[in-house]
């Protein structure tokens, strides 16, 4: 029972490189988010999916985006990397109604 | 805009204390208020959560206290243990028809429970 799984766990990028960090979830949920992490400033949601073929803007979208072509697979790019960027990023997943599970992370340094 | 404000950003416990973590909403349209634990190089897991038409809840050593009123929920470990060392997060959860369910973070506590 994989849950949900990121991919890559660690990434170093350069400035203006593009890279797209891979979810998937095997728990059948509608529901799918992205977040990143920063010291003191908790989780902030970037975009998120309630279906397949719909995506929507969080709180920080801007330098972000997002595709769900497949239900159980939300991805994130990021076209054109900057140093604001360096993050944890989280993916998670959920039911209409049920809590939300969380990836194991993909740390992200943009140099 | 923060519309969950979490306090304090640090905590220090002897083991066998009680450690207390605050929340504050801003938003009356939220439906459910989950605290998530998070350790070191993991992902952030569910502990336990609420809803609003309950003033407690707990599970094992973990509670909640919520005040509808007040817009205020917290977390009270009993007991703590060093094992309990984590930041946790609380949250709250909006849902409307055309955005869906959306979950807003509260800024974690780092906890620290001393043998």
């Known amino acids: 029972n994989a849950g949900v799984t990121q991919t890559p766990k660690f990434r170093v990028l350069k400035t203006g490189q593009s890279m797209t960090l891979l979810c998937a979830q095997d728990?059948?949920?509608?529901?799918m988010y992205w977040y990143r992490q920063d010291p003191g400033m908790g989780l902030r949601l970037i975009h998120y999916s309630v279906g397949e073929g719909t995506t929507a803007k969080g709180e920080v979208p801007d330098g972000y985006n997002v595709s769900r072509l497949k239900k159980q697979n939300f991805l994130l790019g990021l076209e054109s990397a900057a140093p604001s960027q360096t993050s944890v990023y989280f993916c998670?997943?959920?039911?209409?109604?049920?809590?939300?599970?969380f990836g194991q992370g993909t740390r992200l340094t943009v140099v | 805009q923060q519309q969950v404000k979490q306090s304090p950003q640090s905590l220090i416990v002897q083991k066998g204390g009680i450690s207390i973590i605050n929340c504050a909403y801003e938003?009356?349209?939220?439906?459910?208020f989950p605290w998530y634990q998070q350790f070191p190089g993991k992902g952030p897991a569910l502990l336990i959560a609420i809803r609003p038409d309950v003033s407690e809840k707990k599970e094992g050593r973990f509670t909640i206290s919520f005040n509808k009123s007040a817009k205020q929920f917290s977390l009270h470990i009993m007991d703590s243990q060093p094992g309990d060392s984590a930041t946790y997060f609380c949250a709250a959860r909006g849902i409307s028809e055309t955005s869906g369910s959306r979950l807003t973070f509260g800024e974690g506590t780092q906890l620290t429970v001393n043998p």
């Open positions: 938003n009356t349209a939220f439906d459910y």
């Open positions: 728990m059948n949920h509608e529901y």
């Open positions: 998670a997943s959920s039911s209409v109604a049920g809590p939300a599970f």
